[in-house]
């Protein structure tokens, strides 16, 4: 009986310094983890990052709308209904393609002087 006793003494303490291994490798981690993102929340790879997120979300947006405009297309139509429908998405792809040229011509001038910085690191 003392065989089966010890066996199950030690497989419990096996299992909880298993368990206290574990917790603190996964607070070793976690440290890592968090040092690893202060350093890049300072860094100036974040920032343009940051920006070359937003501008490829408002650009998703210009091409969503793109489409939204040319899928709103009636198929029976009157002939001066058709007519009215077609000048408004006329209008609306150049108010579309305005917005996306002045968008490009925003993010031009900082592409095109940070292309003359150079990190290090």
Same mark, same amino acid.
């Given at each position: +009986?003392? /065989?089966?006793?010890?066996?199950?003494?030690?497989?419990?303490?096996?299992?909880?310094?298993?368990? /206290?291994?574990?917790?603190? !490798?996964?607070? !070793?981690?976690? !440290?890592?983890? &968090?040092?690893?993102?202060?350093?890049? %929340?300072?860094?100036?790879?974040? /920032?343009?990052?940051? #920006?070359?997120?937003?501008?490829?979300?408002? +650009?998703?947006?210009?091409? =969503? &709308?793109?489409?939204?405009?040319?899928?709103?297309?009636?198929?029976? +139509? @009157?002939? &001066?209904?058709?007519?009215? @429908?077609?000048? =408004?998405?006329? *209008? #609306?792809?150049?108010?579309?393609?305005?917005? @996306?040229?002045?968008?490009? *011509?925003?993010? %031009?001038?900082?592409?095109? *002087?940070?292309?003359?910085?150079?990190?290090?690191?």
């Amino acid at each position: +009986m003392f /065989y089966p006793v010890l066996a199950v003494c030690v497989l419990t303490i096996t299992f909880f310094v298993a368990r /206290y291994l574990a917790a603190k !490798a996964r607070l !070793a981690e976690k !440290a890592i983890d &968090d040092a690893i993102s202060r350093k890049l %929340a300072s860094s100036p790879v974040n /920032y343009d990052f940051t #920006r070359l997120s937003e501008e490829n979300s408002v +650009m998703r947006n210009l091409l =969503l &709308d793109l489409v939204e405009n040319e899928g709103s297309v009636a198929i029976a +139509m @009157a002939p &001066d209904a058709a007519a009215r @429908a077609f000048n =408004l998405r006329t *209008q #609306r792809r150049r108010e579309i393609f305005g917005e @996306a040229v002045f968008l490009l *011509q925003q993010t %031009a001038k900082p592409r095109s *002087q940070s292309s003359n910085t150079e990190i290090h690191g």
